[in-house]
């Protein structure tokens, strides 16, 4: 089995800082690109932002200058800071891993979701 463990979120007053953690583990034999999905309430989730094991990064508008991702690609792990935070950051975000397992089956693997609540 693979999992995603994601930590680091809670509630920050508007214009605070928090830093998002994802863990992947189990069999896997690579992994290709890992991101940050959100959902706010009443809304559909959205890409917050993505990078591959190369290091390039895809950021939503609404996040770009403030969030900023890394990974470790031997930890196989996933940070995501964010910073200069606003109340419509609020939403569970996931993180998401497009890997490859060590069966050679292609996943698209799912963390259970941490919620960031922004609020003064």
């Known amino acids: 089995q693979v999992q995603l463990v994601e930590s680091g979120g809670g509630l920050v007053q508007p214009g605070g800082s928090l830093r998002l953690s994802c863990a992947a583990s189990?069999?896997?034999?690579?992994?290709?690109?890992m991101g940050w999905y959100r959902q706010a309430p009443g809304k559909q989730r959205e890409l917050v932002v993505a990078i591959t094991s190369g290091g390039t990064t895809n950021y939503a508008d609404s996040v770009k200058g403030r969030f900023t991702i890394s990974r470790d690609n031997a930890k196989n792990a996933v940070y995501l800071q964010m910073n200069r935070l606003k109340p419509e950051d609020t939403a569970v975000y996931y993180c998401n891993a497009d890997l490859l397992t060590d069966w050679g089956n292609a996943l698209d693997a799912w963390g259970q979701g941490t919620l960031v609540t922004v609020s003064s």
């Open positions: 189990g069999s896997i034999f690579s992994i290709y690109t």
